[in-house]
């Protein structure tokens, strides 16, 4: 068995942009949000978390959950593990990433040596390679290839062989982790910005175990957005 803590970051320049116009299409477009970082009260929020007590911290390289991930838990221990699985799916030019080297400048402590160059991109698909481009004709990423990545994702931490683990990641990827390995109604891991659903799943079947639990952050709140 293994127990997960899937984590959703804090509050990113993103979700507080998207917060105040709820219009998908010029958000989404808009090159200053590139891998937006955590607001004042994104970090507020990390800041809150109970952070329950793991064996690896598993982090998407986005910037918004490396700094959830770094506040929330001590850099010394546990150990920090970078999994470019656990990116957000790409709709936006907040889920388009920095090279490996540019994360080490800003997070030195933490280790990003298996990581692609173009980790959040898929190959042969150069407009999420690029945020210019990105802005100029958005290619958002597949359901169907979000959902494979994170079965990888979900072998991948088994094959850690660790029994508690951490899960800092994104609003899209938790739910597709959840509906893609375990059938899970999307609705049930709705989470807010620095929630934390806790699930434990059986490393032989990769199958649920009892029920699934979710803390409330005291400082979030649930904003939906219009599609346009």
């Not at 952070?51 to 490396?66: H, I, K, N, Y």
């Not at 388009?96 to 040596?113: N, Q, V, Y």
């Not at 660790?162 to 959840?178: E, K, P, S």
């Amino acid at each position: 068995m293994v127990l997960l803590h899937l984590i959703r970051h804090g509050q990113s320049t993103f979700n507080a942009a998207a917060d105040v116009c709820r219009e998908w299409t010029k958000v989404s477009r808009d090159v200053s949000h590139h891998d937006a970082p955590l607001t004042d009260l994104g970090m507020q929020q990390a800041s809150a978390i109970v952070a329950p007590e793991v064996d690896a911290v598993v982090v998407s390289p986005l910037t918004r959950a490396l700094q959830t991930a770094s506040i929330a838990f001590p850099l010394v221990t546990p150990q920090f593990i970078v999994m470019a699985e656990c990116r957000e799916s790409l709709h936006a030019t907040c889920d388009i990433g920095r090279s490996p080297s540019l994360l080490k400048k800003e997070f030195p402590d933490i280790c990003f040596e298996s990581l692609p160059e173009e980790w959040w991109a898929m190959p042969g698909r150069p407009a999420q390679a690029s945020v210019q481009r990105w802005a100029e004709k958005p290619d958002p990423e597949q359901d169907s290839d979000t959902n494979e990545r994170l079965r990888s994702a979900l072998r991948k931490i088994v094959a850690l062989g660790l029994r508690r683990v951490a899960v800092v990641a994104h609003y899209g990827a938790i739910q597709h982790f959840m509906s893609a390995n375990f059938s899970t109604d999307t609705d049930q891991c709705r989470l807010a910005n620095c929630d934390v659903l806790t699930v434990e799943v059986d490393v032989d079947t990769l199958k649920v175990m009892g029920d699934i639990s979710i803390w409330k952050n005291p400082l979030s709140t649930l904003v939906t957005y219009k599609i346009t």
